[in-house]
């Protein structure tokens, strides 16, 4: 089993670019499956998600090849519409495979998805949406058939809550079918406008991505396409949770300042001096940190769930009392047990935890129980006095390239052992 070995009570410091955003980059993967030819895509995060991925694609026919952040997926010709159990277990969002293999295929066949245990993550609203497209679905022994014997039909499909998922697999589907499908109430994050700029420059006709309703005219045929996947919002906020919590200063490069739009007043009102242009970030964290009097986990473009762990860890050292809200997902607070392991004063009832700051945190062994969690403890540990060792990396692996790496070069001092 891999570790990281964290010594803490180093500044970091210096200048280090944004990794791409591997919420995006499976989406789009996904997408690859119903363009005819080849996509090749750029800035594509080395990540074990995204490995995954393309082990999915090569199942299924396609030619798919990795390298220097770059992937290229020829998929001329499928062979298959079923994506293995173990496949779809080695992550949550290979769920979104079923609209891509559907619109593509007109029939699939996949268990349900694995990953991170966050607590439900249901897929009705997949499927019931599918459903209104005309899609026929029967589940025995884990496994869901799904198949359009007519074809996949537009429809208008109402959201009762702005999925992410569930609006990527509705767009996804609905790109090759018959007519126009208007997802009402659909989620406005930046990776759904990055999954409909790629589905357009195939060829697709989508319009309204990142507002509440989102048409999709569905064409006869989408063609490859060079494509660059948008930046990580999510690791940007983890290098600016990592300047705080060691009282560092970091430019963040190849960034959307837009799209960290909610993370950014919170580190304003811990103290921290942030300044943005265009695709680049400037955060300085010299003075000591305040607390934060309530944060609120919300849809976009609300503060996001996957960096509530991140600020916590940064928190557990401000001056005061701070609160936290998690309104979307019910198991989101796995990592506050070791971050209490590490010297923090955290409390949590139910969706809330509260932080009073303490003066120290201290090394510990810990163990990442999910993606987000581990690099929360990541964050914490560079704050702490002596050592930590970092269990379960594989986790965090998921979604951080190289992390050990890239916090080295900002001047941390992390090691990765096996």
């Given at each position: 089993m891999q570790k990281l070995i964290i010594r803490g009570g180093e500044k970091v410091g210096g200048e280090i670019s944004v990794q791409g955003a591997k919420n995006s980059a499976l989406p789009l993967l996904a997408g690859c499956l119903l363009a005819k030819g080849e996509s090749v895509l750029y800035n594509c995060p080395e990540l074990s998600d995204v490995f995954a991925a393309c082990r999915i694609l090569n199942c299924l026919g396609c030619k798919c090849k990795f390298r220097d952040n770059t992937v290229s997926v020829d998929s001329d010709v499928l062979n298959s519409s079923e994506v293995p159990d173990g496949l779809m277990r080695e992550m949550r969002s290979s769920i979104v495979f079923?609209?891509?293999?559907?619109?593509?295929?007109?029939?699939?066949?996949?268990?349900?998805?694995?990953?991170?245990?966050?607590?439900?993550?249901?897929?009705?609203m997949h499927l019931s949406a599918l459903r209104q497209m005309g899609v026929r679905i029967t589940e025995e022994h884990g496994a869901l058939d799904c198949s359009c014997p007519k074809g996949l039909k537009g429809a208008k499909?109402?959201?009762?809550?702005?999925?992410?998922?569930?609006?990527?697999?509705?767009?996804?589907?609905a790109a090759l079918a018959e007519g126009e499908t208007v997802i009402y109430n659909a989620a406005r994050e930046p990776e759904i406008c990055d999954l409909a700029g790629y589905l357009n420059s195939c060829g697709a006709r989508i319009k309204g991505a990142g507002s509440s309703t989102v048409s999709i005219e569905g064409v006869s045929e989408l063609h490859g396409c060079e494509y660059t996947v948008m930046p990580d919002r999510i690791a940007a906020a983890t290098l600016m949770a990592a300047a705080a919590a060691t009282g560092g200063e970091l430019s963040l490069l190849n960034v959307r300042c837009d799209d960290v739009q909610s993370v950014i007043p919170v580190f304003e009102q811990m103290g921290c001096g942030v300044f943005c242009c265009r695709d680049r970030i400037y955060i300085s964290c010299t003075k000591k940190l305040r607390a934060v009097k309530t944060i609120r986990t919300m849809p976009y473009p609300g503060f996001p769930t996957d960096a509530q762990a991140l600020v916590m860890a940064a928190l557990t050292k401000a001056e005061g009392t701070s609160v936290i809200v998690e309104n979307i997902f019910?198991?989101?607070?796995?990592?506050?047990?070791?971050?209490?392991?590490?010297?923090?004063?955290?409390?949590?009832?139910?969706?809330?935890?509260?932080?009073?700051g303490v003066k120290e945190l201290y090394g510990a062994l810990v163990r990442a129980s999910d993606l987000r969690g581990g690099a929360a403890l990541a964050v914490a540990a560079l704050g702490a006095n002596g050592e930590t060792v970092l269990e379960n990396v594989k986790f965090i692996d998921r979604g951080y390239e190289s992390l050990e790496k890239q916090l080295c070069s900002i001047g941390a001092n992390v090691k990765r052992i096996l």
């Open positions: 079923l609209g891509a293999v559907l619109g593509r295929m007109g029939k699939c066949r996949l268990s349900f998805p694995g990953g991170c245990e966050l607590g439900p993550r249901p897929i009705d499909i109402n959201l009762s809550f702005p999925s992410v998922g569930a609006t990527e697999n509705i767009m996804l589907a019910e198991n989101r607070y796995r990592h506050v047990d070791e971050l209490v392991r590490m010297g923090a004063d955290i409390k949590t009832e139910g969706k809330v935890a509260v932080i009073r």
